[in-house]
């Protein structure tokens, strides 16, 4: 064994941190790359990096240095590889498609159900804005116009949207 | 920091300031691209350092992910403000509501309907049916005009024209169907032709109107009755 290999963190460490953490980070990196395949592709490289340097990162921080080290993963690629601007669209498809941690089947199924309740709750005015921006992908520019309201009335009102599907999927079943 | 103004000038808000709400907020403008260029590079750099706004990203992104894959209720799906994604919907989602229980209500239709003609036609045969007019000035009329009267004797006729159809048919393969309807199922000159003339004078056919119930089973009935005689044939 080198010294290089015997400086690596223990797999299982590795694999802990991916278990509770994968899902998280696998968003995160979605977020930053609007892509799935490039997310997953930036979330291998950061395993890769956590498993070779990972030791350096004291045991409380390991999480936010995992993502630290992916998202600097995420910019790499994002220099690399131009991407769409049709994010929404992709997500929703890939998602149905996808297996890997951040897409769980069960948890997936249930965490829909949940938003779909919460969407059934919101006032409709609301519901028209949040369908808008994420079904129509329309900029809230255009929504506010289509709607004839204020700029700030149309993103008020989403922002609020989102607060409460949000409050909703914090809560226990 | 500063995260500056969004695309839409509507909000200015400090890292320091920041409330849990508002970088979720900011979170999910980015990852939606709502910010300015100046506000999404100061976001990536919080993103740089701040673990709270990686995980206001992630979060933001779950939500949205979960948002665009609830299905848009049916009973809303009409109204001009919802529409799905073309990829997401299925074929019991594009159909109307009604469209979709329709495929096997025409063949259930259809035999409701020669039902009904059927048992139509068995009141009007069955001896135990409706009771001879004791009254025959007032005789009831049917929606055609032909009395109750008139349609038993159309539907013994019609029984017995059908006997008759089954060994010599009426038509030639050659000769359409509707000229048998169009000059009359009952035509006196058929049926002399046909050897049968004790039939004319026991029965005043041309006084005679047929229901529309009647012509209606007699066109399955002729139908039924060509395609055996030509598998027979």
């Known amino acids: ?173 | 920091m500063t995260y500056g103004k969004t695309k839409n000038n509507s909000m200015t808000t400090k890292s320091n300031g920041l409330n849990s709400l508002d970088l979720e907020w900011l979170a999910f403008q980015y990852f939606t691209d709502e910010l300015t260029e100046d506000a999404r590079i100061q976001f990536e750099n919080s993103l740089e350092k701040d673990q709270l706004a990686r995980e206001a990203l992630a979060r933001a992104v779950e939500l949205t992910q979960a948002v665009a894959m609830v299905e848009v209720p049916s009973h809303e799906a009409a109204s001009n403000d919802t529409v799905c994604l073309p990829s997401e919907m299925d074929a019991t989602q594009i159909l109307p509501p009604n469209r979709a229980s329709s495929a096997w209500m025409a063949p259930t239709a259809w035999l409701a309907v020669v039902g009904l003609v059927c048992v139509a036609a068995l009141l009007y045969w069955n001896p135990l049916g409706p009771p001879a007019n004791l009254h025959p000035g007032s005789q009831p009329v049917t929606e055609n005009g032909a009395s109750a009267s008139d349609s038993g004797e159309l539907a013994s006729l019609w029984v017995e024209t059908g006997e008759f159809l089954v060994t010599t048919p009426l038509v030639s393969e050659d000769e359409p169907v509707d000229g048998l309807l169009d000059n009359g199922l009952l035509d006196d000159r058929q049926l002399e032709s046909q050897g049968e003339p004790g039939m004319r004078s026991e029965v005043d056919v041309d006084r005679l109107q047929a229901p529309s119930w009647m012509m209606a089973a007699f066109t399955v009935f002729t139908d039924v009755e060509m395609q055996e005689s030509r598998h027979e044939n």
């Open chain 1, 1 to 173: 064994m080198t010294a290089d290999e015997s400086a690596r963190i223990d797999p299982a460490i590795v694999e802990t941190l991916l278990s509770d953490h994968g899902a998280e980070l696998e968003r995160f990196l979605i977020g930053v790359l609007r892509d799935p395949q490039l997310a997953g592709d930036a979330l291998q490289n950061a395993l890769v990096k956590m498993v070779e340097r990972g030791h350096t990162a004291q045991e409380e921080t390991r999480k936010a240095w995992l993502f630290r080290v992916a998202y600097n993963e995420a910019l790499l690629l994002r220099r690399r590889q131009a991407t769409g601007d049709n994010i929404l669209r992709r997500l929703a498809i890939t998602a149905k498609t996808q297996t890997g941690p951040a897409f769980e089947p069960v948890l997936q199924a249930e965490i829909v159900s949940r938003v779909r309740k919460a969407m059934e709750e919101l006032p409709t005015e609301q519901r028209r804005i949040v369908r808008m921006r994420i079904y129509e992908q329309k900029t809230f520019k255009v929504i506010a116009e289509e709607l004839q309201i204020p700029l700030g009335t149309a993103l008020s009102r989403m922002r609020a949207a989102m607060g409460q599907l949000r409050s909703k999927l914090a809560e226990p079943e």
